[in-house]
């Protein structure tokens, strides 16, 4: 049986936060961790998205908020907060979310600096800073969390370029980043598959930041049949929304 589908829900930051660190309850007592054994079993949904970019300071966050052994997490690294500034870069910030991943995270995506915001337009500095974050985590990287290439862009050209820079890294799939248009994801999807990406078998993740419209989980669902196909149900296909519906 191939794989399904996952969409990751990601609500790093705000009221939920404190609620399910507090295991916070409905008034008939059930708890609000929706991802919880305790959780109704046809309801429960176990995978989170958590990210660095807010919680890089807590090496036991995934403890706070009870995401126990029985969840899929997906770290983010919070190379966006980066970009915004909300979270400013110095030369030890990497090897904080490094570690911060490792101990919080099953899944994540390497340090990248989005050519978004105070990058934008510098294309080549985001390019190349992300370059180095992602030698420096290809060396230390210690097997217990499986990191994930990202792969930025804005138009085809860019991605072209970034991806055939990036490719030959030794970890366990692809994080796409990029506009919010799941055209532009797809691009990726069939670059990568020109290329012939998902035949290797290193490649066991491919996960589409911030695409969360419903209609396009039913493409998704479809792709990842797809995927299913041709890898032998290798290959995961996620995606994830800091505000599902």
């Excluded at 991806?163 to 970890?171: E, G, I, Q, S």
């Excluded at 993740?205 to 669902?221: M, N």
Aim: proline share 3%; charged share 25%; net charge neutral.
């Amino acid at each position: 049986m191939g794989k399904k589908f996952i969409y990751y829900s990601s609500l790093s930051a705000g009221s939920m936060v404190s609620a399910f660190k507090k295991d916070s309850k409905f008034e008939d007592g059930t708890t609000m961790r929706f991802f919880s054994k305790d959780y109704p079993e046809e309801w429960r949904h176990p995978y989170f998205l958590i990210t660095a970019g807010h919680h890089y300071k807590k090496m036991d966050f995934r403890q706070q908020i009870g995401l126990d052994k029985d969840v899929l997490v997906f770290g983010d690294s919070g190379g966006f907060q980066i970009a915004t500034g909300a979270l400013k870069w110095d030369s030890t910030i990497r090897e904080k979310i490094f570690h911060w991943l490792e101990a919080n995270s099953d899944v994540a995506a390497n340090l990248d600096i989005p050519p978004r915001v105070t990058f934008e337009n510098r294309f080549q500095d985001s390019m190349d800073i992300s370059f180095d974050n992602f030698k420096w985590f290809e060396k230390h990287q210690s097997g217990k969390t499986k990191f994930l290439n990202v792969i930025q862009g804005t138009y085809n050209e860019e991605y072209n370029t970034w991806y055939h820079k990036f490719k030959d890294f030794d970890f366990n799939g692809w994080c796409i980043g990029g506009p919010k248009r799941l055209v532009d994801f797809m691009y990726v999807i069939a670059l990568m598959l020109q290329e012939r990406e998902f035949e290797k078998p290193h490649v066991q993740y491919v996960h589409l930041l911030g695409i969360s419209k419903i209609s396009d989980f039913f493409i998704l669902s479809t792709l990842q049949k797809l995927l299913n196909d041709l890898t032998g149900g290798r290959v995961q296909l996620s995606t994830d929304s800091s505000s599902p519906g």
